[in-house]
């Protein structure tokens, strides 16, 4: 349950009256007048009703410059209501804004996203050259990676070029900066290339391009579904920052037979997550707000799932046309 909050021109109180009665909202209340002759109105809403409620506020308020709608979240609601409401509260989506200022924040290329790729770089580092399983899952927690995949898979959804084109300058700068930071690693301290965990990263099987799909997918759903603590879950399963610095280790180390294996590990990770995402943004119908923008992205869409879908497919006949490793 949500209260969506509208600060706008008194006039507009019918109108806003009118989409509260037309989307079935649970209570519309008015507020305070504000100053300038604005009145404030409250909406109290189901989240299944929250995305379709603020899409019509918003091409209803487009004129009015100092209109303002709050979305504020509700701790307790009672009464309480029936159990097959409740049920489809919980299978309602984040609406489109808050979804969009998280992937905003996860694609900004500034000095803290490169801080913690260093910094996460240095700890998959340590883990994979002392061998040591927790040490390299505390690097897979911190997952910079994820963020702007996930966004690119969004910002395809919403037909936001803007968004895509910031998730993969951020994404090529942090996997471009994993891979030569540990490279530098590799060269200035000796280390055992043929440890477990390093190995266990240059082989690439079709199980590891199911658990790259099932695991990118499930990290969309967690996002769509305001689900963040799953997030940690997928961050293990899916890392897309050890086999990057497993690249940069081994091309450090001479072994560019071993080396191919690890990228050829990151690159199927990489297209399965973005795959994934895709196609569950896809059914999840996140879309823009104006119909005709969402034709033109869903259509963006569908060729960006065929381009991805293409990619994996030559993944998977590389990885069964590839020689054992010696």
């Known amino acids: 349950m949500k209260i969506i909050e509208v600060v706008a021109d008194k006039r507009s109180v019918g109108t806003i009256s009118a989409i509260a009665e037309k989307h079935k909202t649970e209570d519309f209340l008015l507020g305070l007048e504000v100053e300038g002759e604005r009145q404030t109105m409250r909406l109290l809403v189901r989240d299944i009703k929250v995305q379709e409620v603020l899409d019509t506020l918003q091409g209803v308020l487009g004129a009015q410059p100092y209109a303002r709608v709050l979305v504020i979240p509700l701790e307790v609601a009672l009464p309480v209501p029936p159990e097959d409401e409740r049920l489809k509260e919980k299978s309602a989506s984040a609406a489109r804004e808050k979804l ?18 260093v910094l996460s770089t240095i700890v998959a580092a340590i883990g994979l050259i002392k061998n040591n399983v927790a040490v390299v899952i505390g690097a ?62 240059t082989f690439v099987g079709l199980e590891s391009v199911a658990l790259a799909l099932a695991s990118g997918a499930a990290a969309a759903m967690s996002i769509t579904a305001g689900l963040s603590s799953v997030l940690v879950g997928v961050m293990v399963a899916v890392a897309l920052l050890p086999p990057a610095v497993t690249v940069g280790l081994l091309l450090g180390d001479g072994r560019f037979d071993l080396a191919s294996g690890a990228a050829l590990l990151l690159a199927v990770n990489l297209v399965c997550v973005n795959l994934a995402a895709k196609v569950v943004f896809f059914v999840k119908d996140v879309h823009p707000r104006r119909w005709w923008e969402k034709e033109k992205a869903r259509r963006a869409m569908r060729n960006y799932i065929f381009v991805w879908l293409v990619t994996l497919i030559i993944l998977i006949v590389i990885i069964v046309a590839r020689p054992p490793l010696q």
């Open 100 to 117: 969009f200022e998280e992937m905003e924040k996860s694609v900004r290329l500034d000095l803290n996203y490169l801080v913690l790729v």
């Open 140 to 201: 897979m927690v911190i997952a910079p990676l994820l963020g702007p995949n996930l966004a690119l898979g969004f910002g395809t959804a919403l037909g936001d070029f803007g968004l895509m084109k910031k998730s993969l300058k951020t994404n090529i700068a942090g996997i471009a900066l994993a891979i030569a930071f540990s490279f530098a690693i590799a060269v200035f301290l000796p280390f055992d290339s043929l440890s477990n965990e390093i190995m266990s990263r």
